[in-house]
């Protein structure tokens, strides 16, 4: 099968940030840093670092549904997930490299940040993977591809292809105004102080002078390296802001939401108002029909592309057993070599 890169005359990589927080070793180095040590059991904490292998199947749908890609580079601190040896060991050649990046080589200019736990500084430096090519799309690990897809499913011309919707920052929406308003008068602190995804998101666009901002979701997100060099070249206290906080801050701004900004500001990227996204997260209280009912629409529902299965170390054994066993069958993972 001829694949699509060969028509695009570009190459595209992968690139996904893990952290196995389960590990020993990572909790004793967080720890150190950790204001309250008591936080690191709590739930609402943990959630942030713990993981259930998701990140298995974020790599085999990349394989299946995405041939094209040929690097996957696994961004994370002295760890390596533990399906990797195996797929090495059997690895054929239509197959990508998978390659763990360790924090060291991207804050190689900025080793006296490191440990950082916190996925936005993380993402800040990505663009400083050795041999990571232009046009590269981002995960977390918590993704998956749901069907087969094509480079034009990201870029067109070169150019990253954006899903999401325009919504008013904060600040232009009334009742908020008025909320945070009383919040003040009683000395409290404004709602829009706390971080959140969202913030994060509206942070970029006020920065890069947007009075409202485009509105992403927990999809794949095509970026493009060199605007992402030649921005933060000339805005160093931009990359700065991101990468000199070891844990969530308020300031912090999404990545993936400063990369789409920037194009849009340069008029060099293709708006989607689509998600194509199935997403399966939050508390993981639903009956066990409505996870059924999403699988069955992400299976016939021709039009979703990405699953996002978030916060899957709070899924109860059968569920989760559900939606591992769904994805083992949906990938058809003995057919993949690993």
């Known amino acids: 099968m001829k694949m699509e890169t060969i028509k695009n005359e570009f190459v595209i990589d992968a690139v996904i940030t893990w952290v196995d927080g389960n590990d020993n070793n990572h909790q004793q180095k967080m720890n150190k840093y950790l204001d309250d040590s008591k936080n690191i059991n709590s739930k609402t904490f943990r959630t942030r670092f713990d993981q259930v292998n998701e990140i298995e199947f974020a790599v085999k749908s990349i394989i299946k549904f995405a041939p094209y890609i040929k690097n996957i580079f696994i961004v994370t601190d002295n760890q390596t997930p533990s399906f990797l040896e195996k797929y090495n060991k059997q690895k054929v050649d239509s197959q990508p490299t998978i390659t763990v990046v360790d924090h060291k080589a991207i804050f190689s200019e900025f080793n006296s940040l490191l440990p950082v736990f916190n ?149 060099s990227a293709l708006l989607k108002e689509d998600y194509q996204l199935i997403y399966i997260g939050g508390s993981h209280k639903k009956p066990l029909y409505w996870y059924r009912k999403m699988m069955h629409k992400a299976v016939n529902d021709d039009s979703k592309l990405f699953l996002c299965m978030q916060s899957l170390d709070l899924c109860p054994k059968n569920r989760l057993d559900l939606l591992f066993g769904w994805l083992q069958k949906r990938l058809n993972i003995d057919n993949l070599s690993f």
């Open 119 to 267: 996925c936005r500084p993380i993402e800040t430096l990505a663009y400083k993977i050795p041999s990571l090519s232009e046009h590269f799309i981002y995960f977390n690990d918590d993704f998956s591809l749901l069907k087969k897809t094509t480079p034009s499913d990201f870029f067109v011309d070169g150019f990253p292809v954006l899903r999401g919707e325009w919504k008013p920052l904060d600040e232009n929406i009334f009742h908020k105004k008025v909320i945070n308003g009383v919040l003040r008068l009683f000395g409290k602190e404004s709602r829009d102080k706390k971080y959140g995804y969202k913030r994060g998101q509206q942070n970029a666009a006020r920065a890069l002078g947007f009075d409202s901002y485009f509105k992403l979701d927990h999809t794949p997100a095509p970026i493009r390296k060199s605007s992402l060099k030649n921005y933060f070249e000339s805005h160093l206290e931009m990359q700065d802001r991101n990468i000199r906080h070891r844990f969530r801050n308020p300031e912090q701004y999404v990545l993936q939401s400063l990369a789409n900004h920037i194009e849009i500001k340069k008029g």
